[in-house]
């Protein structure tokens, strides 16, 4: 796993690897079939008639784009779901053009801006080795799960970068298997239902963290060949139909939420996500005049942010809006809390969540890396205050940081910059 190789394709982005160009490559070579256009079609059929009447105006505007990035998602799973030639493959990303392509999005389902997704096809009964290594700064979280569905929802077991056992150069192993660890170090034990390898590297700081560099091998003999395009598109048509009641419970968990409000919920394990975290769920109708007020405590996380999605739980334009902000990219009170202001216009203050011209909005807060020793009341949230911009300045904490119209060019620009080094090519 090195440029050497030819594997890595870039000394400083480890996601450009021929993994990723080669799944991209399929995953555009398929994604004008007839049979996958056939069951995008079907996909927002069944989400439409989910939602019935309960859809704004405003929220019908972007769903055909939703729909779009919903199905490449999946698109993408069927190309890396191959056990018997398994590769890691970058999912959930924005649409973007690198190496010369233009790569639809992929985004649903509460995707979070931090995190690098990827998947790579796990068999029950077949023994796979990962390996690994930190480049430069690793994220701030990294977690590696196996899962029983390809709506990575249901947990089999998960392993945290934290507690894996490291050479001193920063590579490791991960072997996976059916079998107990017999004081093996990092292994993954899969299940007869097992799908997938998903791993998570959450980034605190986008400037300076970058996933690790991965790959991963089947040491068994293979039982097939390799998933032609049509079957690569009957099992992404197949899940994405399969999947749309699950997503769309996902998504009501926080659509159907009252107005204006932003609560913690069951552990996130029990909803699908990480067991090592937890989490706060929102949902906010703003006027063009109105602002947002929250405040959250971070419980001494490893890793902490708020997130903005729009009406189908797919993140906003955060890689050119502050839409999303980590614990590492916010101002703190002076009591160690963070308070956000939400809006559609800037209200002027360095925390500020933009909904990019939304008035509805579906937030989600997580805390991943929560400590042992609980940090004073653990994780809290404040409830929402809904007030006028104009008085806005009344109910923020004292000290809270303000910008201009240049400070805020710069925070974004900085912000854009920081986005890129996900799309280095080469270097």
């Not at 999303?324 to 500020?352: E, K, M, Q």
């Not at 929560?370 to 949230?381: A, E, I, N, S, T």
């Not at 006028?388 to 303000?402: A, E, F, G, W």
Request: proline residues 6%.
């Amino acid at each position: 796993m090195s440029l050497t190789d030819g594997f890595l394709l870039s000394a400083s982005n480890p996601i450009a690897s021929r993994d990723q160009w080669q799944a991209e490559e399929i995953a555009l070579r398929v994604l004008h079939l007839p049979a996958y256009q056939a069951a995008r079609r079907k996909a927002g059929f069944l989400w439409r008639q989910g939602y019935g009447e309960h859809a704004s105006a405003e929220a019908l505007e972007t769903f055909e784009a939703a729909m779009d990035e919903y199905a490449f998602n999946y698109l993408l799973k069927a190309v890396a779901s191959d056990g018997d030639y398994p590769r890691l493959v970058r999912d959930f990303m924005p649409p973007h053009t690198w190496f010369g392509r233009d790569v639809p999005g992929a985004r649903m389902g509460g995707d979070n801006p931090d995190n690098c997704y990827r998947v790579a096809g796990v068999t029950h009964g077949k023994r796979y080795e990962v390996r690994g290594k930190v480049v430069g700064r690793p994220a701030t979280s990294v977690t590696f799960t196996l899962v029983a569905n390809y709506g990575t929802s249901v947990t089999i077991q998960t392993l945290d970068f934290a507690d894996l056992k490291c050479a001193a150069d920063g590579s490791f192993t991960i072997p996976i298997d059916g079998e107990d660890a017999q004081g093996r170090a990092n292994h993954l034990r899969t299940a007869p239902a097992c799908k997938f390898l998903f791993v998570r590297d959450s980034m605190n700081d986008w400037a300076s963290e970058t996933p690790l560099a991965l790959s991963i091998r089947n040491l068994t003999p293979p039982t097939a060949a390799p998933l032609t395009d049509q079957q690569i598109v009957e099992r992404a048509a197949h899940r994405m139909n399969e999947d749309v009641p699950l997503y769309y419970w996902f998504t009501r968990l926080f659509s159907a939420k009252p107005v204006n409000t932003l609560a913690i919920s069951a552990p996130s394990g029990a909803l699908g996500g990480l067991v090592t975290q937890a989490g706060a769920q929102g949902r906010l109708q703003l006027a063009d005049d109105e602002a947002a007020v929250v405040t959250v405590d971070p419980a001494g996380a490893a890793y902490a942010g708020l997130v903005a999605h729009d009406w189908w739980f797919r993140t906003l334009e955060y890689w050119n809006h502050t839409s999303s902000l980590t614990s590492h990219a916010s101002t703190p009170d002076p009591d160690g809390r963070y308070t956000y202001v939400i809006s559609i216009r800037d209200p002027g203050v360095h925390n500020w969540i933009d909904t990019c011209g939304r008035h509805e909005s579906l937030l989600l807060y997580r805390w991943q890396g929560l400590p042992r020793d609980q940090v004073r009341q653990g994780p809290q949230v404040d409830p929402v205050r809904i007030v006028k911009l104009r008085d806005l300045t009344q109910v923020l904490p004292k000290h809270t940081v303000m910008v201009d119209r240049q400070e805020r060019e710069r925070q974004v620009a900085a912000r854009e910059a920081a986005f890129r080094r996900r799309l280095i090519e080469r270097g």
